[in-house]
């Protein structure tokens, strides 16, 4: 069993900075797809950052260019820094994990996705 843990979350104002970190016990972290997802209050999730165990990435458009995905194998961790922040990127944030192979169109698509954890709460104030 994969359970995804993030950490990270907290209130910033806008044009500040964050950093997700999403940690989980797997054998060989770049032999799975990660994620992140947000869900603003009252809408749908949706996928923000990906990367596959081949080292693609995928950003949504609305944070392309301000967020980064990156991973440290060594420590099984997925990050996601957040710059430039919105009061529109408030959200709960998740990771999520695959062990099989997405198809990188798929790969901001939720349904993919196996493995979810908790959340953690992201708000940015104007």
């Known amino acids: 069993q994969v359970q995804p843990v993030e950490s990270g979350g907290g209130s910033v104002q806008s044009g500040g900075s964050l950093t997700l970190s999403c940690a989980a016990s797997?054998?060989?972290?770049?032999?799975?797809?990660i994620g992140w997802f947000r869900q603003p209050p009252g809408k749908e999730r949706e996928g923000v950052a990906a990367?596959?165990?081949?080292?693609?990435?995928r950003y949504g458009d609305s944070v392309r260019g301000r967020f980064t995905i990156s991973q440290d194998n060594a420590k099984n961790t997925v990050y996601l820094q957040m710059r430039s922040l919105k009061p529109e990127d408030t959200a709960m944030y998740y990771c999520a994990i695959d062990d099989s192979r997405i198809h990188s169109t798929y790969l901001l698509q939720r349904q993919n996705y196996r493995y979810w954890g908790q959340g953690t709460q992201v708000t940015v104030s104007p």
């Open positions: 797997m054998s060989t972290y770049n032999s799975y797809t």
């Open positions: 990367i596959d165990m081949r080292g693609v990435i």
